[in-house]
């Protein structure tokens, strides 16, 4: 029964090593990737616009949001207010995932220039 159970832990872990080397690949973007840029540019553009009060109501869905499926609406609203002011400080939470080198590569080839 273990030994089962290790093996299809092991195919697991080999079909999801296949399917990230997959998305790698193609170049395609994670849903947390995805929803990491939405936040990236949502805080960037607001409050690069003084727009303050668009981010407490912005604040305010996303806290009712998580809240409704077991978050602390206190605890975002800290999370959110900590992630702001490291925003206000010129940190993302996006990271580069390859050499600029590259980057420009695969934009030339994608005609991004």
Do not use: C
């Amino acid at each position: 029964m273990a030994r089962d159970q290790a093996k299809r832990l092991e195919t697991q872990r080999v079909r999801q090593r296949e399917y990230r080397a997959r998305l790698k690949a193609e170049r395609r973007p994670s849903n947390e990737d995805l929803a990491r840029a939405l936040l990236d540019v949502t805080l960037t553009q607001h409050l690069k616009l003084g727009r303050y009060e668009d981010l407490f109501r912005i604040m305010d869905l996303v806290a009712k949001r998580l809240q409704d499926v077991g978050f602390s609406r206190k605890a975002t609203r800290a999370v959110w207010f900590d992630l702001q002011d490291r925003y206000d400080r010129g940190w993302s939470l996006l990271r580069q995932r390859i050499s600029l080198a590259e980057l420009h590569t695969l934009r030339r080839e994608d005609g991004d220039d």
